[in-house]
């Protein structure tokens, strides 16, 4: 009885075997062997056991205690301390995709400005009577005429990202 109620005391109050040797200055095979009815604490012992329980010696002593709902609760506050643990890492995971993302958007766009500067509109030169190149210098001047009006807007919009998703010290 006394061993089933030190046990049912420690982990109500969410104590390890561990915990409770430290507080009463013992070690922790004793507390186990307590628990497990092949000893008993002596009566100094038992009143330190009862003041680290915080639970009247007649208690310790008496009827058989269940374990309370300390338990559940504790095992459903470690629980969600694991799921918000979870999100935490998936919400530093996806910002940092976001941030390298946003870097490479932004190293591509000045890539392709520099490539087009450098090429300055060949289209321009090409001969438009022929059908196939009359398509692709239609559609490099229309690439070159929307990345030019768009490039700059989107760039700071994706160094602004850069800057909001960067790790805070």
Not at 51 to 78: I, N, R, Y
């Amino acid at each position: 009885m006394l061993n089933e109620n030190i046990k049912a005391i420690r982990k109500s109050k969410g104590l390890s075997q561990q915990e409770l040797a430290v507080k009463l200055n013992v070690v922790r095979q004793t507390i186990s062997k307590w628990e497990q009815g092949l000893s008993v604490p002596d009566s100094d012992l038992l009143i330190s056991l009862s003041e680290a329980l915080e639970t009247p010696v007649s208690t310790l002593l008496g009827e058989t205690v269940m374990e309370s709902e300390a338990d559940a609760v504790k095992a459903l506050s470690e629980k969600l301390e694991i799921i918000n643990l979870q999100f935490a890492r998936r919400k530093t995971l996806r910002r940092k995709v976001l941030h390298w993302s946003l870097i490479s958007l932004c190293v591509v766009i000045v890539a392709v400005s520099a490539a087009l500067v450098v090429v300055n509109s060949p289209y321009l030169g090409w001969d438009f009577h022929d059908p196939e190149i009359a398509v692709a210098g239609t559609a490099f001047h229309a690439f070159e005429w929307l990345f030019v009006r768009l490039a700059p807007i989107v760039l700071m919009a994706a160094m602004v990202g850069v800057c909001l998703t960067r790790k805070k010290a």
